[in-house]
Every structure is written in C-alpha cells, then in structure tokens.
C-alpha cells in the first residue's frame, strides 16, 4: 500500500509523471498478450492431452496447460525435456507451441508496447501537467494560511517590474532569465 502512495512522487517531474501514465495505459497491451497466450496454451493443453502419450507432466488439460505456462517463462526443468524424447507427437506440439508462444507472442508484445508507447507518450506529457497541477491544487489545502501569506508577499506582485531602463513595467511579473526553447 505505501509503495502505490510513492507514485504520487512522479509529480517531480513531467517526464517521470508521463512516464507513469503510459505505463499504466501500456499495461492494457500486456493484458492482451496474457490474452493471447491463455488462449494458445488452453489450445495447445487441448491437442496435447487428446494426443496418445504416456508423459506424467501433460496428464490433463491443467497440468498441460500449467507446464506450457512453465515453458513459456522458462521455469520448465531441463530434466523434463529429456523426457519427451520418448514422445515424438508430444515433442513436436510442444515445439510448434514454444515457436507460436515464445517466438511470435513475445515479439508482438514488444511490437505493441512499442507502438503503445509512441502513440501514448506525447499525449502523456500534456495529460501530466494537468495531473501535476491537480496533485499541487490538492496540496494546497495542507499549507497553513499564514506561511502562504508570507510567501505571497515575498514574491512581492503588486510592485510594478520595470523590463527596460525607464519602463515603469505591469505589477505582478518575475524579473529573471527566460529559459529559451521550448
């Protein structure tokens, strides 16, 4: 819970902020990978468990199905795949699964998160600034009324800013250097 409150963080600046936003809308993507993936691994624990095999390991569809997960994070055994060698309809499924899953799904995640990315980002920055401005405004309501009032008049807004020698200038300007660019 303290670290979701460590988001709230990101408000130091605009590009941590934008990039926290397009993570979270990035996140949609992954969600479809995980799509696709259940999708193909209930359809490869299917075709798996209809096959005529022996092996321990794809004994029904959830323990099929659990062991492609497994093979798809990397987490299966090496000691296993020596054992489908004694399965060559078996071993073949699972190497047509590893090259759909493994091969095509994780590179069409990277394409969608990459493009996800792009698209979202530069709408992420403005989409910042306004979520930086809420955090301040919400803020505003913990600082005590009399250091707000010294500040205020340290900032000294009603004396007139003179912008060149004689010009009486306009109340309530910053006189200091101008960042040029952007």
Not at 12 to 37: D, H, W
Not at 96 to 122: D, R, S
Request: with cysteine; aromatic share 12%.
């Amino acid at each position: 819970l303290y670290f979701l409150l460590l988001t709230d963080l990101s408000v130091i600046s605009t590009r941590v902020s934008a990039y926290a936003l397009v993570c979270g809308m990035v996140l949609a993507e992954v969600g479809l990978f995980l799509f696709g993936l259940t999708f193909f691994v209930l359809a490869f624990a299917c075709a798996i468990c209809s096959l005529e095999q022996t092996s321990g390991d794809f004994q029904g569809i959830p323990m099929s199905g659990l062991n492609l997960y497994k093979m798809t994070f990397s987490m299966y055994s090496g000691s296993h795949y020596d054992l489908l060698d004694d399965h060559p309809a078996l071993l073949i499924g699972i190497l047509v699964f590893t090259l759909v899953a493994v091969v095509f799904l994780t590179n069409l995640l990277i394409a969608q998160l990459t493009c996800a990315y792009q698209v979202c980002y530069q709408d992420m920055l403005g989409f910042a600034r306004l979520s930086r401005g809420k955090i301040v405004a919400e803020t505003m309501h913990s600082v005590p009324k009399a250091r707000w009032s010294r500040f205020i008049e340290r900032l000294r807004l009603d004396e007139r800013v003179e912008f060149g020698e004689g010009d009486i200038g306009l109340a309530g300007g910053d006189l200091g250097p101008v960042a040029a660019g952007r």
